[in-house]
């Protein structure tokens, strides 16, 4: 059963079309990386997804129902979007910040933070959680963005019918967190929950990713396994590069090298 | 600095056990100064019900009405300013940003120029607070609307159609006051600085049904205004209805403030300076800043007026003088170690 599926969507939020004719179908589990230039309309996807703005035409399902026909309490506990900038200053702790993650559920301060723990440690910021999020740098800051909006959906098992948006979640961050972040991706695939995740580092899509879909100019020009997907013809027209791609040493993915 | 997420929340609940206990004193202490002063023993024996003559008189007849609206106002117009610092995401924010104050005294400097400063109100308003409620709420609405499209209503707008009503209201008051005469100028000038020394039974009543309903509705905002600190989609995306609680607390803002302002004039500071104030004490909760907020306000305008009584007595001082000489001081030395509370604005 697909958990999300579009159909030839258009959207012109602003008067001119920014997604054109977009139709995909995403199972619980299922990671889909989104690549394509600055302005091909990867974050308007997953703004429309977000719900920030509807469809001018086609349909938008989320489990078998229109978007726009879910109530609002009980989407924003299945659908969680992490976006590119956090305007947040107010002086609330780390802990505080993920807590507002749990604002959809009534779940009580006990359980909810014996998840904030969870998420925490999966960002890395247990040890950041009674600092002030106004004092972070902007790694820390996207680290504990990705904890609230994680434990706006967490379950320890079973996170079929989620859905997790995120928008340039590695923009900040360093190697080390870069392939934490991967590993959690991983984890909350296997326990169902859906992933559509916009990253320009194409290698670290190809790794996180098990559908790639390439977005120009608002209209999807390629889908499929990264395999199929990257390939030099495909940078040398949408990016106007010239690159290598071989298979990685890992043998999982295959590896795009910039000349 | 550190701060553990349950330490902080009984660091508010003792702040808010703390200004509960304060605020009655502050009322006790209120009563008992001014012209006549009346030693708290026996202000305490006269609420209680036993006649003591003169003070019997002062107490419930003047100074009683006078102190219940002061802490009214005071607790109406600091919780009004913690909801507009929240919904705009600005610890500066003040309730006047969104043109209810500027309104409102044009709406009080037309009718004192017109002269309906001698004519009787209503229900023991005078035309000229009629015509600053009606002003203020007027202004609100203008701004608005100017900030409202299809696609909702833009914080960021509203506030620069704020600022353009104000400077529009400032303009157009101006204007009156340039072409009225002296007596009706200085009618304007006393209304501008804003006072208590109007208080009586029925503006108590009123300012009770009007600014209790605020004080008692704007707390159920105060998850949403949680979320909203995050930004609006993000609230958006955790499930709360943003622009219904946008046009909620801007109503409830304007119909408090505009009462307020009707009742007492412009008391300025009260609303940017406690919210701020209490958030660097106790965190942006709204749960618990909302509430605190306004039991500090109460206390600060009660303070603020029982001074505006002694210090020239039998002069009163307007008391908008008061609350920034009190307020001032205090916030600057917060402001120097803001660092501390982690404030970056």
């Known amino acids: ?259 | 600095m550190i701060t553990n997420v349950i330490d902080r929340r009984r660091r508010a609940q003792r702040l808010l056990l703390l200004l509960a206990v304060t605020l009655p004193l502050a009322m006790l202490l209120a009563l008992g100064s001014g012209a006549v002063r009346i030693a708290p023993a026996d202000t305490l024996a006269v609420l209680l019900g036993s006649d003591r003559g003169q003070a019997t008189l002062i107490v419930q007849q003047i100074r009683l009405p006078r102190v219940l609206l002061a802490g009214i106002i005071g607790a109406t117009l600091a919780m009004s300013g913690a909801a507009m610092q929240g919904l705009f995401r600005n610890p500066l924010a003040d309730p006047s940003l969104i043109g209810v104050t500027a309104g409102a005294s044009l709406g009080a400097s037309l009718l004192i120029v017109a002269g309906g400063s001698s004519l009787p109100g209503l229900v023991g308003l005078s035309l000229v607070s009629l015509g600053a409620f009606a002003g203020g709420v007027l202004a609100v609405l203008l701004v608005y609307r100017l900030a409202s499209s299809e696609n909702g209503t833009s914080v960021a707008t509203m506030l620069l159609a704020g600022i353009a009503i104000t400077a529009l209201a400032g303009a157009a008051g101006s204007l009156l006051e340039f072409f009225t005469d002296n007596e009706r100028l200085r009618q304007i000038s006393l209304w501008k600085m804003g006072g208590l020394d109007g208080a009586n039974l029925p503006r108590l009543l009123l300012a009770s049904v009007v600014a209790g309903a605020v004080l008692l509705a704007l707390p159920h905002y105060a998850l949403p205004l949680n979320t909203l600190l995050l930004g609006e989609s993000e609230a958006r995306h955790l499930g709360i209805p943003v622009n219904r609680t946008k046009l909620a607390l801007i109503g409830w803002v304007a119909v408090g403030v505009g009462t307020s302002v009707a009742l007492v004039g412009t008391i300025a500071f009260v609303g940017l300076v406690v919210p701020h104030i209490v958030r660097m004490l106790i965190g942006p909760d709204h749960r618990t800043l909302l509430p605190a907020s306004a039991l500090a306000g109460a206390i600060l305008l009660v303070c603020a007026d029982a001074l505006s009584r002694i210090v020239l007595a039998p002069t009163e001082l307007p008391v908008g003088i008061i609350t920034a000489l009190i307020g001032v001081p205090f916030f600057i030395s917060l402001l120097r170690q803001r660092h501390q509370y982690g404030m970056q604005t």
């Open chain 1, 1 to 259: 059963m697909t958990l999300l599926q579009l159909q030839s969507v258009d959207a012109a939020p602003w008067g001119d079309p920014v997604l054109t004719d977009i139709s995909l179908g995403l199972a619980p589990g299922e990671v889909m990386g989104l690549i394509g230039t600055n302005g091909a309309g990867k974050s308007s996807l997953l703004r429309l997804l977000a719900g920030d703005f509807a469809a001018t035409s086609g349909s938008v399902l989320f489990a078998g129902r229109a978007l726009e026909s879910w109530p609002r309490q009980q989407l924003a506990q299945q659908r969680a979007f992490l976006p590119q900038l956090s305007l947040l200053n107010f002086p609330y702790t780390v802990e505080e910040v993920v807590l507002l993650g749990r604002t959809p559920h009534s779940t009580g301060l006990r359980a909810d933070q014996d998840i904030v723990r969870q998420v925490l440690r999966a960002t890395d910021t247990l040890s950041l959680r009674n600092r002030l999020y106004t004092q972070l740098s902007g790694g820390e800051r996207q680290r504990v963005q990705l904890a609230r909006v994680l434990a706006q959906l967490w379950h320890p098992d079973d996170m079929r019918g989620t859905l997790l948006l995120l928008d340039e979640p590695t923009a900040a961050l360093d190697l080390a967190h870069q392939q934490q972040l991967a590993a959690t991706i991983a984890g909350i695939a296997a326990r169902g929950c859906a992933v559509i995740l916009v990253v320009h580092d194409v290698n670290l899509a190809a790794s996180v990713s098990h559908r790639l879909l390439v977005l120009d100019r608002g209209q999807a020009v390629a889908s499929g396994s990264p395999e199929t997907v990257l390939t030099p013809a495909l940078f040398r027209e949408l990016f106007h590069a010239e690159v290598l791609v071989q298979p990685h040493p890992n043998g999982r993915q295959p590896l795009v090298i910039g000349l």
